[in-house]
């Protein structure tokens, strides 16, 4: 069992950066593939980007290629997020998730989110 909780999130001017946290408990992270997706108001949830368990294998969904880094710390437990160049359609709340594997339709664990608003 994995337990995440979020922080970062806010309101932020179009153009400007954020960074996520994602901070996990237990003691086997690095055996998790973490991920990051968003759930736009009326909108289905959708994949934004994941990372191995070790760190090296990223992955990105096409609208936040570019303008988006995920990264983790074994050592802290915690995963994070990096949002440069945001767009009010970035406007959402961001859940992180652990799972065994990576899974851009969605993974085993997840946290309560955060929520990102980006004004134009």
């Known amino acids: 069992q994995v337990q995440l909780v979020e922080s ?51 992955y990105y969904a096409d609208s936040v290629k570019g303008r988006g880094t995920i990264s983790r710390d074994n ?12 767009k009010p359609e970035d406007t959402a709340v961001y859940y992180c998730a652990a799972g065994r594997l990576v899974n851009t339709n969605g993974m085993d664990y997840w946290g309560k ?4 608003t980006v004004s134009s």
Do not use: H
């Open 113 to 116: 989110g955060t929520l990102v």
């Open 75 to 86: 050592g802290k437990n915690t995963a994070y997020l990096q949002m440069k160049s945001l």
């Open 8 to 58: 970062g999130g806010g309101l932020v001017q179009a153009g400007g950066s954020l960074r996520l946290s994602c901070a996990a408990s237990g003691r086997t992270f690095g055996s998790y593939a973490m991920g990051w997706f968003r759930q736009a108001p009326g909108k289905e949830r959708e994949f934004v980007a994941a990372i191995g368990g070790d760190g090296y294998s990223t």
